[in-house]
């Protein structure tokens, strides 16, 4: 059974950090991109940040110089530290997988599989 499941999520006041993780099961890890999307309050979803299997890496320009993804594959794990947090970043999180994926976080809708997400609050 494939799952991805994303835990980190929570309050943090404006300034602060969080790390947030992707666990995932049940296919080969290390053949799948994965991409972290978000979707706040009111807004539409939008692509965070994406790592390749080579281990290429893009954020989106809000969140350039203060979130940064990496993966360890022998967790089977994506993480994304987040720093700097502002009230604009308030959303529930999700990652999701594409195998072989390239790095372009317009692709909502060609992921192969995606977790449930993980809520983060950020308050002023």
């Known amino acids: 059974e494939v799952q991805l499941v994303e835990s980190g999520g929570g309050l943090v006041q404006a300034g602060g950090s969080l790390r947030l993780s992707c666990s995932v099961s049940g296919f080969t890890f290390d053949e799948y991109a994965t991409y972290w999307f978000r979707q706040g309050p009111g807004k539409e979803r939008e692509g965070v940040s994406c790592?390749?299997?080579?281990?290429?890496?893009l954020g989106a320009p809000s969140v350039r110089g203060r979130f940064t993804i990496s993966n360890d594959n022998a967790k089977n794990t994506v993480y994304l530290q987040m720093n700097v947090l502002s009230p604009e970043d308030t959303a529930v999180y999700y990652c999701?997988?594409?195998?072989?994926?390239?790095?372009?976080?317009?692709?909502?809708?060609?992921?192969?599989?995606w977790g449930k997400g993980t809520l983060v609050t950020v308050s002023s």
């Open positions: 790592i390749t299997t080579d281990g290429s890496t």
């Open positions: 999701a997988v594409l195998k072989y994926g390239v790095c372009v976080l317009e692709g909502a809708s060609y992921m192969d599989y």
